[in-house]
C-alpha cells in the first residue's frame, strides 16, 4: 500500500492497534497499512487478527498480529517490551454495556474500569516509553463523545471512563511533550459497527441517536480511520494534548 507524498503518508512507521480484530479498529489498521505504516494488530482473538493480517498484507501492506489481553498488565508490558520500534499507538481497545445507573452492578463496573481505564493506561504507559527512548511518538487515545458531555440513557460508568481518558490524555501530553511524544485523543458519535448493528435494529433507539447528532446519520469506522491517520501523521504535529470530535455536532447543542 504505497502511499503519495503528502503529509499524511506514514511511510517506515509502526502503529500497534489494540482491539484490532474487527469494528473501528479492524478499520483504523487498515487505514494505517494503506497510509504506509506497517501495522501490528492486537487482541484477544488470533483468528480474527490474522483475518485482518491477510486482508492489509494482499492489498500490499504490511501487517503482524500480537494477540494478548490488554486487562493482563504483565502480558502488556512484556510484549510491548519487546518492539523494536513504536511510533504510533491506537489505543483502542475499549467495552461498554449500558446499564440505569441504580442497576449497575459491581461485576460491570469493575469490568469497565479494568478495560477502559487501568488497561487504556498500562498500554499508553509501555508505548510512550519506547517513543520517549526513540525520542518521538504519539498516542492515540479512544475517547467518545460521551468523554465530553453526559447522557441520559444508561451510560453513566461509560461516561465516567471516557472522562478520565480525556484526563489521561491532557496529563500525558503536558509530561511527555518534552520527550518529543504526542497523545491525542479521538471522540466518536454512535459509529455502526457489528456490536453497535442490535442496538440500530432498534427503532426507537436509533431514532434517538439520530436527532440528536446535526448532521443526521450514524458514523461509519472509515470516518473515524481517517481521523486517525490524520491524528498519526506530520499533518497534525503540532496538535498534542487535544481531543478530535468525529461526532457530527452532536456536542456541538
Known amino acids: 500500500m504505497p502511499a503519495s507524498d503528502t503529509p499524511f503518508q506514514l511511510?517506515?512507521?509502526v502503529a500497534l492497534v489494540t482491539g484490532a480484530g474487527r469494528g473501528i479498529g479492524r478499520a483504523i489498521a487498515?487505514?494505517?497499512?494503506?497510509?504506509?505504516?506497517?501495522?501490528?494488530?492486537?487482541?484477544?482473538?488470533?483468528?480474527?487478527?490474522?483475518?485482518?493480517?491477510s486482508e492489509i498484507i494482499g492489498q500490499?501492506?504490511?501487517?503482524?498480529?500480537?494477540p494478548f489481553d490488554v486487562t493482563d498488565s504483565a502480558a502488556v508490558r512484556d510484549?510491548?517490551?519487546?518492539?523494536?520500534?513504536?511510533?504510533?499507538?491506537?489505543?483502542?481497545a475499549?467495552?461498554?454495556?449500558?446499564?440505569?445507573?441504580?442497576?449497575?452492578?459491581?461485576?460491570?463496573?469493575?469490568?469497565?474500569?479494568?478495560?477502559?481505564?487501568?488497561?487504556?493506561?498500562?498500554?499508553?504507559?509501555?508505548?510512550?516509553r519506547l517513543m520517549a527512548e526513540a525520542g518521538s511518538g504519539v498516542v492515540i487515545n479512544m475517547?467518545?463523545?460521551?468523554?465530553?458531555?453526559?447522557?441520559?440513557?444508561?451510560?453513566?460508568?461509560?461516561?465516567?471512563?471516557?472522562?478520565?481518558l480525556e484526563g489521561l490524555t491532557k496529563a500525558m501530553a503536558a509530561e511527555l511533550a518534552p520527550k518529543g511524544v504526542r497523545v491525542v485523543s479521538i471522540a466518536p458519535t454512535f459509529?455502526?459497527?457489528?456490536?453497535?448493528?442490535?442496538?440500530?435494529?432498534?427503532?426507537?433507539?436509533r431514532q434517538w441517536v439520530v436527532d440528536r447528532i446535526p448532521?443526521?446519520?450514524?458514523?461509519t469506522v472509515e470516518e473515524v480511520a481517517n481521523a486517525v491517520v490524520f491524528l498519526a501523521s506530520p499533518a497534525a504535529s503540532l496538535v498534542t494534548g487535544s481531543s478530535l470530535l468525529v461526532d457530527g455536532g452532536w456536542t456541538a447543542w
Open 11 to 13: 511511510d517506515g512507521k
Open 30 to 53: 487498515l487505514a494505517l497499512a494503506r497510509a504506509g505504516a506497517e501495522v501490528i494488530l492486537n487482541s484477544r482473538t488470533p483468528a480474527e487478527l490474522e483475518a485482518v493480517a
Open 60 to 66: 500490499g501492506g504490511r501487517a503482524q498480529v500480537s
Open 79 to 92: 510484549k510491548i517490551g519487546r518492539f523494536s520500534r513504536l511510533d504510533i499507538l491506537v489505543n483502542n
Open 94 to 128: 475499549g467495552v461498554n454495556r449500558p446499564q440505569p445507573f441504580f442497576e449497575v452492578d459491581e461485576e460491570t463496573l469493575d469490568r469497565l474500569i479494568a478495560l477502559n481505564i487501568k488497561a487504556a493506561f498500562i498500554v499508553a504507559q509501555s508505548a510512550a
Open 143 to 164: 475517547s467518545s463523545q460521551m468523554g465530553h458531555v453526559g447522557s441520559e440513557r444508561d451510560r453513566t460508568v461509560y461516561v465516567m471512563t471516557k472522562h478520565a
Open 191 to 205: 459509529i455502526t459497527t457489528p456490536l453497535t448493528e442490535p442496538f440500530f435494529a432498534n427503532p426507537e433507539f
Open 215 to 219: 448532521l443526521g446519520r450514524i458514523g
